[in-house]
């Protein structure tokens, strides 16, 4: 099976700009999660869906959100870019308790 | 309210020396057990999981870790560290209640010295 798959790898914007992140999950799993990772934060929580609906939030601005398609795909969007926004954007797919993850999306931004 | 902690930000080991990583959680309901590694500029690999059962578990790569709920500890241990194994390693806690909600420590730098 092709693992969790991101999109883009990488991408530098601008403060104030907006950005859109892509997440295929694992064919048949239908929980996908989002992380942001930051050397001084560790591994953050943003939310997880499941079936197009979020199931799960973590304490994040209004600014990320996020969406799950029907195909189990999944986007988070991130308004009003600020530089502390840089980091590196994991999803992780799952299939009962296990967590799989992607090899993330690294953002920067100036 | 759930936790995981990770004891020693950065470890140290001689090639072919015992791998120890520590990691102890809190958690109000049995948790399912997990520890993942972190290559460079990568996402998380699972190297191995603890759900039901044994409480020994065995992962990828030689690594094991060990259940004890008694002292709420989920250390990695490898009998023998390789280059290779040089990595960041994050234990994490997934709390069943309502979906998937997962706790992740703070991780832990393995260097492995030649």
């Known amino acids: 099976k092709a693992g969790v798959t991101q999109t883009p790898r990488y991408l530098i914007k601008t403060r104030g700009q907006q950005v859109t992140l892509s997440c295929s999950p694992i064919?048949?799993?239908?929980?996908v999660s989002w992380y942001q990772q930051t050397p001084g934060q560790g591994l953050q929580f943003l939310f997880e869906y499941f079936s197009e609906t979020q199931r799960n939030k973590g304490n994040f601005p209004g600014r990320f959100s996020g969406r799950q398609f029907s195909n189990s795909r999944s986007e988070m969007n991130v308004s009003t870019l600020e530089l502390g926004d840089s980091a590196l954007y994991l999803c992780?797919?799952?299939?009962?308790?296990?967590?799989?993850f992607g090899p993330g999306t690294r953002l920067l931004v100036l | 309210a759930q936790s995981v902690t990770q004891l020693g930000s950065h470890v140290s080991v001689s090639e072919g020396a015992l791998v120890l990583l520590r990691c102890n959680y809190s958690?109000?309901?049995?948790?399912?057990l997990f520890w993942y590694v972190q290559y460079p500029n990568q996402g998380l690999q699972l190297l191995l999981k603890y759900t039901t059962g044994a409480t020994l578990v065995k992962g990828i790569n030689g690594f094991e870790a060990e259940f004890k709920k008694s002292e709420t500890s989920f250390h990695l241990t490898k009998p023998s560290a390789h280059m290779s194994d040089a990595a960041e390693y994050f234990c994490a806690v997934n709390i069943l209640n309502t979906g998937n909600q997962f706790y992740f420590g703070t991780g832990t730098s393995l260097t492995v010295i030649p």
């Open positions: 992780a797919s799952s299939v009962r308790e296990t967590q799989y």
């Open positions: 064919s048949g799993h239908r929980s």
């Open positions: 958690s109000s309901v049995p948790p399912y």
